[in-house]
């Protein structure tokens, strides 16, 4: 849940319910996008900042491990999720994908 542009997160972990990890990243988020399997037991959350960075927690699996392409998630615009991954749309118009 977003709640003044912080997260609140609950649930099972492997399914994005903890988000303590990466807690301290999560302020300032404007959007909040979320992957789910067929039958909702994983997935992962994308928080898109207000300085346009994005950051992610839940199922690596399911996009919640980002790292091999956070440089490359600055000046995000949006990020849409599919059952298993996000794309990102960046100021710039490049598309930057991972899950």
Not at 20 to 37: F, N, Q
Not at 60 to 76: E, F, I, K, T, Y
């Amino acid at each position: 849940a977003l709640v003044d542009g912080k997260v609140v997160a609950w649930g099972e972990p492997e399914a994005g319910g903890d988000c303590t990890e990466v807690l301290d990243e999560l302020s300032d988020v404007r959007h909040i996008a979320g992957t789910s399997s067929a039958f909702g037991q994983t997935g992962a959350f994308a928080a898109t900042r207000e300085d346009g960075s994005v950051v992610t927690w839940g199922d690596p699996d399911a996009g919640g491990d980002s790292s091999a392409v956070r440089d490359q998630l600055q000046s995000v615009q949006e990020v849409k999720a599919t059952a298993r991954a996000f794309a990102a749309l960046r100021a710039d118009g490049r598309v930057v994908t991972w899950g």
